[in-house]
């Protein structure tokens, strides 16, 4: 394991997201406690820890997904290359052209396959005509590795796709608005080991666009995917590093336990 | 546990009888239900299938100048001088002359039984021929009688020789003549179009008796439902379901709406008699106060089949439209509400089906009423088929029983071809996802 995530080192880069004191209360429940993170450009993130951590309730904030959940109060200051993005001025639909986002369950719309990559550009009227929303449909798919599976049938349903294909069209779904970071909330955790491994290729050529974060329950997965691991913990940020750090030599006794199986 | 497989234990035994119990339970259920409704279906269509054929006379009638244009200008002013009376008087002298023509024994039968073959109504009618086309008098034309009711009935099973021996309106003699004149093809029972386009007619008359202006008078209502439950009812769901913030307030809005839905429909006729007539000053048995009130009944039984059908679309199509940048609205446009379209329409037209069939509220309005002239538009008298249904059962002449099993016939087509509309609408949108 060591190896791989040697490999995978990358430098410093300019700073996407940045989060500080970030603070989430569900009613009076306080869900996310101080974290303080910062989302590197071109670069995977990976958040773990056990479940009910907070670790898909932050990923939520960087997008403001959380604004459809009428007791979610966030805190704090999160901002995405130095603008805040709580501020009263920002309107959550052009922040989540640029915060692209994928779900844990394949979620494609019930229209066509062309259709379903096509909304995006469609509705923030990112193309001009036919012939250039058709140009950008080729490139994310291509982009997602699902072009050369479904050329021959765009017009199809999409939920017609088999698990991983219907992820892999989500994504193609997610990068058409040309995003510049790419949210993923457990992307894999419904499709089996091959799907699996096609999309983590995937996000290993998306990091040469995008600044990607994925939240994640297999710690396998974080080490071969990501750069930088997060270790969340009862809503508590308890270690961020880079990931070769985080597996080989925590600082944190919590998050030691966690990645050897003591605590989950 | 221990024991054999191959035997029963007393507990496996005891469950197993409970359990065919249980299905002989629901299985009775099913079959007491079924018979309820072939014996419902039985009773209504034997009774009303014969209000849809009519016995008729067809029998030349001179239109006598004399009688009916005696300046012999063809002045409609001068002729509609002219009154129905004098119409049946030319009838009643028309059948008698065919019937000396075709040499058929009266058979002990009085002038006034012959007379009395003829229905009124079938004055008026020649009357309204006469008048819409003045050429014809002076003429003979082969003209088309009503019978009346006793006469038609005696075709139905309705009369028969000892009930006339008793009843005053018609004789045993009246009803051998008249077999004699079905032989000689005078007298005949057809096919009657009329039941469906012509309008009420008075107590006496039962065969003249339809349901045009009930049917009109009900599909005005019914579109007047449609445009306002439609877009108000879905609008509010929208709101209610997407957008409301929820409170004590949106809390309140929903309790109210589900018992809205459960108040008896004669409360919304009173509330339709306060508010439309008494106070908005709208006409008495008009179609627009009839649909207001059918609206106002209607919109809680869409709003709540509505709102289930907008909460049955999964929140990961919310997320995945919101995770792109659309707006609240268009993922409510774009996505929510076609996937809701199958169980909305289904809602709707369920809601439609009840507004068709609902009278008690349409009875405080007026639409009681003997209406005679079909209604122009929304603000004219009208009558509706259910209503109608009612004010037939109340009436004397036994004539008139089959006209409401009959208009009860009308009144289940309709509800069966809305269904089937809910059906075929439902399967066209239904998406999987």
Known sequence: MKDLVMETRVDVQTVKIEARKAQVFYGTNHAIKDVDVDILDKT???????????????????????????????????????????DPRVDPVQLRAKIGMVFQKPNPFPKSIYDNVAYGPKIHGLTRNKAELDQVVESCLRKAALW?????????????????????LCIARAIATSPEVLLMDEPCSALDPIATAQVEELIDELRSQFSVVIVTHSMQQAARVSQKTAFFHLGNLVEFGETSQIFTNPRDPRTESYITGRIG | MSGSLLTQDPRTKARNAAERRFRGYGLTAIVVALLALVWLLISIFSAGLPAFRQTFLTFPVTLDEKVLDKSGTRDIAVMSKVTTVAFAKLLSQSIEAEITARGIDLGGASAKDVTKLVSEESAATLRRMVLADPALVGTTIEFTALATGRIDGYYKGRVTMESAALDKNTSP?????????????????????????????????????????????????????????????????????????????????????????????????????????NFAGLPQSAPIVGGLVLTLMTLPRIIIP??????????????????????????????????????????????????????????????????????????????????????????????????ASGAIIVLLLFLIVMNTVAIILRRKFERRW
Not at chain 1, 152 to 161: E, I, N, Q, Y
């Open chain 1, 148 to 168: 050369n599976e479904v050329k021959d049938r765009l017009h199809a349903p999409g939920t017609g796709l088999s698990g991983g294909q219907q992820q892999r």
């Open chain 1, 44 to 86: 995977v993130t990976a958040f773990i820890g056990p479940s009910g951590c907070g670790k898909s309730t932050f990923l939520r904030c960087l997008n403001r997904m959380n604004d459809t959940i009428a007791s979610c109060r966030v805190e704090g200051k999160i901002t995405l290359e130095g603008e805040d993005i709580y």
């Open chain 2, 306 to 403: 509505t709102r289930a059908a907008l909460k049955a679309v999964p929140p990961s199509i919310r997320d995945a439209a919101l995770g792109v940048g659309a707006s609240k609205l268009q993922t409510v446009l774009h996505h929510v509400l076609p996937l809701a379209m199958p169980g909305i329409l289904t809602g709707m037209i369920i809601g439609l089906a009840q507004a068709l069939g609902e009278t008690a509220p349409l009875l405080l309005i007026g639409m009681v009423a003997f209406v005679r002239d079909f209604p122009g538009g929304l603000f004219d008298p009208a009558a509706a088929l259910p209503v109608q249904v009612y004010n037939w059962t109340q009436r004397g002449d036994p004539g008139f029983v089959e006209r």
């Open chain 2, 173 to 277: 003699e009246q009803l051998v003549l008249a077999d004699k004149l079905k032989e000689a093809g005078i007298l005949g029972t057809r096919l009657n179009s009329g039941f469906l386009t012509m309008p009420d007619a008075s107590d006496k008359r039962p065969e003249a008796a339809g349901l045009g202006i009930a049917v009109v008078g009900s599909f005005l209502m019914m579109v007047v439902v449609l445009v306002l439950s439609l877009p108000i009812g879905v609008a509010a769901s929208v709101y209610l379901e997407e957008f409301a913030p929820k409170n004590w307030l949106t809390d309140l809005i929903e309790v109210n709406i589900a018992n809205l839905a459960a108040v008896p429909s004669i409360v919304y006729g009173i509330l339709g008699l306060a508010i439309f007539i």
